[in-house]
């Protein structure tokens, strides 16, 4: 297959999670002469491809081959590989099997290498996560197969493809309080405490706020209040009780103590409770590694363009990689229609960005 008939093969599988689809399997006959390891885990399927060319560094590409569900009112079947005005339409043309089809078919082209060269693939990224990539670092760190960087080829760029690349993520900490207060007749206001008279006047000073002033590679973290709910849905009843959600994307420079202190200062006084979730913690990849001059290398010399480094958007499987103290990098096609209807990416950016990780496995010594 050439990469513009794989990458349609792949949209064309319906792999919604966490369905593969059945393209782990393929990718497993496709990359023939490669070692295959399985973790499938609770119905979700894992595989790890890897081949030792000699006793150098090992580089791993990984990512996901499921998407969300399709949806409804686009403009073409969301799995059929419709290719209209030098655009490729269907569910994961961006969210990423682009970036799949990209680094498979460079990786199948590979004859030489001065290391190990491999592939991890989940279907369970657009999930709950919680039986994908997680599962196959722990087989990999058991049994010393850990990759020395990583390359997840999730949609990283913005205006023009190679203006971006992903050093780092935004933790991502979730919020729930329960504000106590006293049922009552609407008409008795004085005889009830409505927790959402207590509320009201302090969210001016919450909403939005940004909890440090961030730094050169990330945006400071907000409080985002989500959602906030009362009451029995009539009008003469004030509730007893009101529930707030909220998150913060936070940086290195903000941690749960630092939320839960500005919690507590913005409702001093009130009987609530508050618990703290952290989805994931914030991370950057060092500038100076070779993975990222590597890359920044292969970007430009294929594109043109010198990416900028950005720690911007929300979580990917790169979270579990980097705490194993592992350079991780995300690259990949633009970033504007995923998840949306009629999701659609160019055969130019695809064609390359499998340029790029070609020019990436040949310059890695």
Not at 68 to 73: D, E, I, L, R, S
Not at 84 to 103: L, N, P, T
Not at 185 to 197: F, V
Request: with cysteine; charged share 25%.
């Amino acid at each position: 297959m050439k990469i513009i008939e794989l990458f349609k093969f792949m949209i064309e599988a319906k792999s919604e999670t966490p369905d593969d689809g059945g393209l782990l399997d393929f990718i497993e006959s496709y990359l023939d002469g490669y070692k295959v390891v399985r973790v499938d885990v609770e119905g979700v399927k894992n595989i790890f491809i890897y081949k030792k060319f000699g006793d150098g560094e090992h580089l791993c590409f990984a990512g996901h081959v499921d998407v969300v569900p399709a949806g409804k009112n686009w403009e073409s079947d969301p799995y059929k590989a419709v290719e209209k005005d030098g655009f490729i339409y269907g569910r994961g043309a961006q969210d990423m099997k682009s970036g799949v089809a990209a680094f498979v078919q460079a990786v199948k082209e590979t004859d030489l290498f001065d290391g190990t060269l491999s592939i991890l693939l989940t279907s369970d990224e657009e999930g709950e996560a919680t039986y994908g990539t997680v599962e196959v670092l722990k087989y990999l760190q058991n049994n010393s197969l850990l990759p020395d960087a990583v390359v997840v080829a999730e949609p990283t760029c913005e205006e023009i493809f190679g203006d971006a690349i992903k050093v780092g993520r935004r933790g991502s900490i979730n919020g729930y309080i329960t504000l106590k207060g006293k049922q009552g007749h609407a008409a008795y206001p004085e005889k009830s405490i409505n927790p959402i008279s207590l509320i009201a006047p302090r969210l001016l000073n919450m909403v939005g706020v940004d909890l440090d002033n961030g730094d050169e590679f990330f945006s400071p973290s907000k409080f985002v209040i989500t959602d906030i709910r009362a009451g029995m849905q009539v009008t003469n009843v004030t509730p007893d009780e009101l529930s707030m959600m909220f998150n913060v994307r936070n940086t290195t420079l903000t941690t749960q103590k630092e939320v839960r202190e500005f919690v507590e200062k913005n409702l001093e006084g009130l009987e609530y409770e508050l618990r703290l979730t952290q989805g994931s913690y914030p991370f950057r990849t060092d500038t100076d590694t070779k993975l990222v001059k590597n890359i920044d290398a292969s970007i430009e010399k294929v594109t043109g363009v010198r990416p900028k480094h950005s720690t911007a958007g929300g979580t990917s499987d790169a979270r579990f990689i980097a705490p194993l103290g592992i350079p991780v990098i995300e690259f990949g096609v633009k970033n504007d229609t995923i998840h949306s209807t009629n999701e659609r990416t160019s055969i130019k950016e695809v064609e390359e960005l499998y340029e790029v990780f070609k020019n990436l496995i040949k310059m890695w010594k």
